[in-house]
């Protein structure tokens, strides 16, 4: 009996220490304002804050106004987001990035290469652990000595986040890769996997502070396309992790072969890589350049370039996105990854196929509209699950000890 009463009470403990950080996290604030917030006395409170102070997590910013009643200044609170680093990495079939963030998710130091996918996932992975040990290096070489915490990684394809292992990717050849399980043995930290479009979407809720109290969906765009929904401010995952995978809905049941097997998936009708392969359909000469280069000329005005990036990709994009609509009724959906580079045309063209195309129930309310910001994605989603885990009562204690 005794034994449970003092676990009970170090859970209370725990819980109460990260209520305290959360609401840091959320904005500065005073040891009276948190003591109000969170329903502890000023005493509890300020004695977490000390430890947290202590332990490096929270500082004194200074000093705000008086109140009303006057009295003295409160000593103002903030969150220390560099108190630590996160290893993010993200990869496809085509390239890896690595990254070291803050704890929330600012990247610090940051590497991209051209992927080579060996048979053996381990191969490749020595590869990128490669490259994370001479971030870390050039980090401490610049004096940055801030503990290295946690490893996340955005995976293209199907993963199980609790065992760590990639299950399938239509563009990768490894099943049932257990990728988490070596990335631990090689940086002894903890790491964690997910999928890239989820994690792209972790990325955008980092940065909106609760903002979507309903439902939000990410469609991310790249060489393939991955979809994120958010349903009440959580990442919605499905039965078993697979959720939500619409690159594989068949939108045109004749349509091109897809790396799936399937005819017609959305992927093979609005991703860049169905871009390229339309165009060279239209015209050889495109057939060996890469999306930069056709970018640039599509905003020197080649019409075959805007035909098809317009015409093609938009248009199957717009259709894509009504059937999400008509799925989810989000409040916003943000279009992630390199096809943002395409800019507001392209933009202005989905919206008006999918004013078209949606039921005006649920498409009229909704912003549709380019992310802010789709430079380095894919680390940022890696980091902000990690920011997402140290802040929940399950895995902080795991990633901070
Ligand atoms: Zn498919």
Redesign the pocket.
């Known amino acids: 009996m005794k034994n449970t009463k003092m676990i009970s009470k170090n859970d209370m403990k725990e819980s109460n220490r990260m209520s305290i950080l959360k609401t840091v996290r959320s904005g500065i604030c005073s040891r009276a304002e948190i003591s109000t917030a969170v329903g502890l006395s000023k005493p509890a409170v300020s004695a977490l804050v000390d430890e947290l102070i202590k332990e490096g997590l929270v500082y004194e910013t200074g000093r705000g106004d008086s109140t009303e009643a006057g009295g003295k200044r409160p000593i103002l609170l903030d969150f220390q987001a560099d108190a630590a680093l996160i290893v993010a990495v993200s990869f496809n079939n085509d390239r890896y990035e690595v990254a070291l963030t803050n704890l929330v998710g600012k990247v610090m130091f940051y590497v991209k290469k051209k992927i080579r996918i060996y048979d053996d996932y381990r191969q490749t992975l020595d590869l990128i652990v490669q490259d994370i040990r001479q971030l870390i290096q050039e980090a401490s070489g610049q004096g940055i000595g801030q503990p290295v915490i946690a490893c996340g990684m955005a995976v293209r394809g199907l993963v199980d986040t609790k065992l760590g292992i990639m299950r399938y990717s239509?563009s990768i050849p490894w099943t049932d890769a257990p990728i988490g399980d070596y990335m631990r043995e090689c940086l002894d930290i903890p790491i964690f996997i997910e999928n890239d479009a989820r994690a792209g979407t972790y990325a955008e809720l980092l940065h909106s502070n609760g903002e979507y109290k309903d439902a939000l969906v990410c469609v991310s765009v790249g060489l393939g396309i991955g979809t994120g929904v958010v349903i009440h401010n959580e990442v919605y995952r499905g039965a078993f992790d697979g959720a939500v995978n619409f690159?594989?809905?068949?939108i045109s049941h004749d349509g091109p072969l897809?790396?799936?097997?399937?005819h017609g998936?959305?992927?093979?009708l609005a991703s860049i890589t169905a871009f390229g392969e339309e165009l060279s359909r239209r015209d050889d000469k495109y057939a060996s350049l890469d999306f930069d280069t056709v970018l640039k000329m599509y905003h020197d005005g080649d019409p075959i370039v805007a035909d098809v990036l317009l015409n093609h990709t938009g248009y199957w994009l717009g259709v894509g996105i009504a059937n999400i609509l008509n799925i989810f009724n989000p409040e916003q959906l943000i279009i992630q990854g390199d096809i943002t580079n395409a800019g507001q045309r392209l933009e202005r063209k989905i919206i008006e196929i999918v004013q078209k195309r949606a039921l005006s129930a649920v498409s009229k309310g909704v912003k549709i509209g380019f992310s802010q910001d789709s430079e380095k994605l894919q680390v940022r989603g890696a980091a902000a699950v990690i920011s997402k885990h140290f802040f929940s009562d399950t895995y902080h204690r795991i990633i901070w000890k």
């Open positions: 239509a690159a594989h809905t068949v897809c790396r799936c097997g399937n998936c959305w992927d093979a």
